[in-house]
């Protein structure tokens, strides 16, 4: 051929060549910008950390050994026989010593420290420092890891750590297991790139990969999981980048926050800090040979190797890392066959991590709305510290899986028919201590507690009566109400015929008791004498926020309230009429402990105090002679408490809500489809209600009338003023200067006012 056309070709080549050179260049320069641009600065989102409320131990404290043996081992606390390290505790009988992890609280940090309990018959007799052996007015633990709030896009969650906090064994054992390595090369193995090569090549497809850390770590944090040549080419040439701006340590610990190690749900585990949480309940500086070695096993693949759903497959890998471990010098041979020797020893359940409680934390997003925006609570990483007590949301959750199991049972009723939602507050400071939205208690869909708003039948009759003792000079808690039939024409001309839940008529009724019985007819009776509108009105005071239906029929419960708002309402009732707001959050900080926002206890005076006080008398009738008096098969029977029965037409909706000296509790049990379950409040609610409230240890509620009350016997046939000669008489609280002055006809002192006890009767 003429020797210009070889000089034409070079010249196309040449040209081709520089073509490729330029277009090269600058493939390398945006990668090299998107590298510095992404991995520069704040490189991850980091989700808002939520917390439970801290466990306070002090002396006088309602808790054995066994007790806080449980609330230990649930913040991941190791039972061990000398203190160690943070984390780890020695029991005895009658004594427990605990290494306390430091903790940085939205007051400060707090050191780790080591202390001494020791127990009485009542609880915890003293708490004192193990060095000195001086007593502490109150050690506060630290609090519980209950959930975070991550991104639905993308559904990444992960706990930063730094990599000297990173235990040597996990970092050291990483490395011989993923890239031995590490520190010697440049990005890429050029051995391992050309082993994977070859045997790809006679495969005919991508079998196998030589990646190092530096190419996981560009592969998870910037590029897709496809096995695809192109995908595979951006890789190395990122990786190379990377080591050329960024120094070896700061990779690795990339790394260590990057990796994906397991899914849960829709919440996707990144990094190691947040995997020693979820498969092991510990911080990652407290993991042991055998639980470093899962971790690094579940590198390889966090699906395949899934110790909750695979954990044959899950421990095999991990005695193979063992083995590595041993090999590496990482550990001697006996370490080995102990770690190989020791089961999986996971934390949580089969289903995911460490107990989380969605409905709760689903209400601590609500309350947060509006006052931070979303990018703030998903990726900076706020620290939320909530109302939240992991033994009320224990006992809650535990009585409702296991009471509506045991109700369908006895009442053969198909077993997963039946729902319920539960909440637990505090009396007076409006926290919120538990909540479950549903049986299935892990779910986090639906939540029942906040958004199910069902007709709550008779928990409205306490607001009735309290109206009408609001007015002293008309109605007593003896008042006379008539249990007869009444029939009342509706707007709508059709007739309203309200029956007794028995369908029986049962005479004249005492106030108290018409309440603590439950019966309708005397209500309504009642309700129509006072008015809708100003029943309307106490319900707006206790802290029902909706318009009421101005009706008749709203004497009965005809009104559709959630059961968190029932809470709220039945607190005011139980702090004396005054109303403390409901609140799930104490305080936010930045991740850095800094504070942003508190929620201070916010009260104010609602509803009377007296009339309030005759009402909660009232409703330890209910639970003494009424429709909660079956409580007492579970609860002690010197145990005073208030509470309310709630049952709906067809019976289709069963409540319980009644409240202790320290805890109000509300429970609701029915079906989603609204079709009748059979159960009345006291069938089923109040199954669940006094078991809850057992476990829960409350306090009794302690009646001391406040200044506008006297307490007066007076007997109980007649309602009239009672001393030793009668022989069946009550000692009943009255508004001030409401008391009845006459005598009963049983009484001695009725002899100085012959058939003055019948002029008051006819009045």
């Not at 007799?125 to 991550?150: C, F, K, N, T």
């Not at 959750?397 to 909440?423: M, P």
């Not at 505090?426 to 892990?442: A, C, F, M, T, Y």
């Not at 016997?713 to 508004?735: H, K, V």
Request: charge should be negative.
């Amino acid at each position: 051929m003429p020797r210009q056309f070889w000089y034409g070709l070079a010249a196309v080549g040449l040209v081709l060549a520089s073509i490729g050179l330029v277009a090269f260049s600058y493939y390398l320069v945006a990668l090299d910008k998107d590298i510095r641009t992404r991995f520069a600065g704040v490189r991850w989102a980091l989700p808002a950390q939520v917390f439970a409320s801290p466990l306070e131990l002090y002396s006088g404290l309602n808790l054995d050994a066994g007790d806080l043996k449980h609330e230990l081992e649930r913040l991941g606390y190791r039972n061990n026989d000398t203190l160690d390290g943070p984390g780890e505790f020695v029991l005895a009988k009658d004594r427990a010593d605990i290494y306390i992890r430091a903790f940085h609280f939205w007051d400060g940090p707090r050191p780790e420290s080591k202390i001494s309990v020791k127990f009485a018959a009542g609880g915890i007799a003293d708490v004192a420092d193990a060095g000195s052996g001086e007593s502490r007015d109150i050690v506060r633990m630290d609090p519980m890891l209950i959930g975070s709030i991550y991104p639905q896009q993308d559904g990444e969650d992960r706990v930063l750590v730094k990599l000297d906090e990173v235990p040597d064994l996990l970092r050291e054992g990483l490395l011989a297991v993923e890239d031995k390595d590490f520190y010697d090369h440049f990005g890429i193995s050029i051995r391992g790139v050309v082993r994977a090569m070859f045997v790809n090549l006679r495969a005919g497809h991508t079998v196998q990969g030589a990646s190092t850390v530096t190419q996981q770590l560009v592969r998870n944090f910037f590029l897709t999981l496809d096995r695809t040549w192109s995908r595979k080419f951006n890789e190395m040439f990122m990786s190379i980048l990377l080591e050329r701006h960024y120094s070896k340590n700061d990779i690795l610990e990339a790394y260590f926050n990057e990796i994906y190690l397991g899914q849960d749900g829709n919440r996707a585990i990144h990094g190691f800090g947040l995997a020693s949480w979820f498969y092991f309940n510990k911080p990652i500086g407290e993991l042991r040979d055998h639980e470093v070695a899962l971790l690094v096993g579940v590198v390889k693949g966090a699906s395949f190797y899934n110790p909750r759903r695979n954990p044959v497959r899950a421990k095999a890998r991990r005695d193979v890392v063992l083995r590595v471990f041993k090999d590496a010098g990482l550990i001697d041979e006996a370490e080995m066959n102990a770690a190989i020797a020791r089961p999986l020893s996971l934390a949580g359940s089969k289903q995911g991590g460490v107990e989380r409680y969605p409905a709760f934390v689903d209400m601590v997003k609500r309350q947060l709305r509006g006052q931070y925006k979303d990018s703030d609570l998903t990726d900076e990483g706020l620290r939320i510290f909530t109302t939240l007590d992991p033994r009320a949301q224990e006992a809650l959750e535990r009585n409702i899986e296991q009471g509506l199991s045991e109700i369908e049972k006895s009442k053969k009723i198909a077993t997963d028919t039946l729902e319920a939602a539960g909440v637990v507050t505090s009396v007076g400071g409006g926290e919120i201590l538990g909540v479950v939205g549903g049986r299935d208690v892990r779910y986090s869909g639906f939540n029942r507690a906040l958004d199910s708003r069902r007709s709550i039948g008779s928990l409205v009759k306490p607001f009735v009566y309290l109206t009408a003792l609001e007015q002293g000079d008309r109605y007593n808690l003896h008042s006379i109400l008539d249990d007869e039939p009444i029939e009342l024409k509706l707007p709508t001309k059709q007739i309203w015929a309200p029956q007794n839940y028995d369908h029986k008529l049962h005479g004249p009724q005492p106030l108290y008791n018409a309440l603590a019985q439950s019966y309708n007819l005397p209500t309504v009776r009642l309700g129509l004498e006072i008015g809708e509108k100003a029943v309307a009105a106490t319900l707006k005071q206790a802290g029902y926020t909706a318009n009421p239906p101005l009706l008749p029929s709203m004497f009965l419960g005809a009104v559709d309230v959630a059961p968190v708002e029932v809470a709220q309402m039945f607190g005011t009732l139980a702090a004396g009429g005054f109303q403390s707001p409901l609140s799930s959050i104490r305080e936010v900080t930045t991740k850095e402990g800094e504070p942003l926002n508190r929620y201070p206890i916010r009260v104010k005076q609602t509803l009377p105090e007296g009339p309030v006080y005759l009402t909660t008398w009232a409703m330890t009738q209910v639970m003494r002679l009424g429709t909660g008096r079956s409580a007492y098969s579970v609860l002690p029977g010197d145990m005073t408490l208030a509470g309310k029965s709630g049952t709906t037409d067809d019976l289709r909706d069963s409540w319980f809500s009644g409240f202790s000296g320290d805890r109000v509790a509300v429970v609701w049990v029915g079906r989603d489809d609204y079709k009748p379950m059979g159960l009345s409040g006291s069938t089923g609610a109040l199954y669940i209600w006094s078991r809850l409230i057992r476990d829960l240890k409350v306090k009794p509620l302690d009646l001391i009338p406040p200044p506008d009350v006297e307490e007066q016997e007076a007997d109980s046939i007649t309602g009239l003023r009672a001393d030793d000669g009668c022989q069946s008489r009550l000692l009943i609280p009255y508004l001030r200067g409401f008391a009845p002055q006459t005598w009963a006809p049983c009484a001695h002192a009725a002899e100085s006012q012959p058939m003055q006890w019948l002029r008051e009767i006819f009045q």
